[in-house]
Structures are given as structure tokens and as C-alpha cells.
């Protein structure tokens, strides 16, 4: 079956450092895949569409500059937490969609990202 | 505003006791997904329903989409311990894929 590859799995930073995540479909292409956020206990929040080749699109309330997606090909997609603050602590998940209709949306295992 | 409200928010019962998760929402979906989500991982998939009306058995979870494609139940009989968890409502609307999801219904089954 489909398999998305998120990694790392757990981060801790510095406050006002960067920190890369990595997303990948293993054995798809995906056309799409989306950036989520989850806090503790809570739902997860929608915060970007990204599409190979173009730029992504953030949800209202989500800033661009801070949260930088790249989806250079058609089995990585990247998010980068810029100048990272411990309010950016969270849970980061990404989905791929390979396509395959409606069942075709496949999720990461996640990253924990800790801001000390 | 969050498009899928679900409720209960939480719910904590014995082993053996049947329970049902509502997801509701004033917008119509094209589809609506349901998913389990344990701690510290990614949400996986149970069923996806498409059709209003339609009614999906998967072993112990019955999950049912309204006639006007607004809204969702999660039935479970018999819960056990492992069905301990996250569950989670997802709709795509209209010629988007993006896909949003519900509030989240955090259930614990004691044995």
C-alpha cells in the first residue's frame, strides 16, 4: 500500500532557529500533499496545500514567511519552521495524495517539534 | 469556525458498552472520511462514505452519511480496550481536496 515517510520524528530546538521536515512518498507520486498542525489534545488544523512545481497555498492565518514549503518533486514536499518560538511547539503531520481517489490521502507518522 | 463539529468531545466508558460519534456540519461534502488516531502518530484511515445515506460496516464501527451529505455517525458495539483513541471526522467539499477535519472525539474504553 501507500507510504509516506515524515521525518524526523521528534525535534528539539533552540528558540530563533530553523528546522527542516522532511515529507516523503515512498512508493507514489504524489501530486499533492498538505502541511497539519495539532496541538495537544486538539484536532488537526489545516495549514498549507503544497503542489510540485508551484507555490504553496497557506491557510487564512498561517504565515508563509514563517512556514516555508517546498514540494520540489513528486515524492518530497518540505516544511521549514523559520526562527522557530516556543508557541511553534507542536505536532506537524503531512498527507500525500497519490491520486487515487478518494481514499488516496496517506498520512506521515508525524514530527513532535519542541522550541526551548 | 471549524466546518465539522463532532461530539461528543470526550468519551470514557466500560468494555462491553456500545457508544455513537456524531460529526455535523451546515456545509454539504462530497465525501466524508472517518479516522483513528493513536498518540504521537498519523491518523489512519477506517472508511470513507459517498453516497447520502449510505451505511458502511466495518466488523464492530458501523458508520452511516446522512441523506443530505452534512453529516456522519460512528457506531460501535461491544467497544473494547483497543478502540481506546482519537476518532476523526474529514470532509473534502466541492472540486477542492483539501482535507479538513472534524474536532475530534478522544474515546477511552476501560476493561
Redesign the interface.
Known amino acids: 500500500g501507500a507510504v509516506v515517510s515524515q521525518h524526523p520524528s521528534w525535534v528539539i530546538c533552540k528558540s530563533g532557529t530553523s528546522v527542516k521536515i522532511e515529507c516523503r512518498s515512498l512508493d507514489f507520486q504524489a501530486t499533492t500533499m498538505f502541511w497539519y498542525r495539532q496541538f495537544p489534545k486538539q484536532s488537526l488544523m489545516l495549514m498549507a496545500t503544497s503542489n510540485e512545481g508551484s507555490k504553496a497555498t497557506y491557510e487564512q492565518g498561517v504565515e508563509k514567511d514563517k512556514f516555508l514549503i517546498n514540494h520540489a518533486s513528486l515524492t518530497l514536499s518540505t516544511l521549514t519552521v523559520t526562527s522557530a518560538h516556543p508557541e511553534d511547539s507542536s505536532f506537524y503531520i503531512c498527507s500525500a495524495r497519490g491520486g487515487r481517489g478518494l481514499d488516496g490521502y496517506t498520512f506521515g507518522s508525524g514530527t513532535r517539534l519542541t522550541v526551548v | 469556525t ?1 466546518l465539522l463539529e463532532q461530539s461528543p468531545q470526550f468519551l470514557s466508558i466500560q468494555e462491553g458498552e456500545n457508544l455513537t460519534v456524531y460529526c455535523n456540519s451546515s456545509s454539504v461534502f462530497s ?1 466524508l ?1 472517518w479516522y483513528r488516531q493513536e498518540p ?6 477506517l472508511v ?1 462514505v ?1 453516497t447520502g445515506g449510505e451505511v458502511k460496516k466495518l466488523k464492530r464501527l458501523t458508520f452511516q452519511f446522512g441523506d443530505a451529505r452534512k453529516d456522519s455517525s460512528l457506531h460501535i458495539t461491544a467497544a473494547q480496550p483497543g478502540d481506546t483513541g ?1 476518532y ?1 471526522c474529514a470532509g473534502a467539499r466541492g472540486n477542492t ?8 472525539t ?1 474515546l477511552q474504553v476501560f476493561p
Do not use: H, N
Not at chain 2, 504521537?40 to 484511515?45: A, D, I, M, S
Open positions: 471549524q465525501s472520511q504521537g502518530e498519523g491518523p489512519v484511515l470513507t459517498v482519537l476523526l481536496d483539501k482535507l479538513i477535519f472534524g474536532t475530534g478522544r
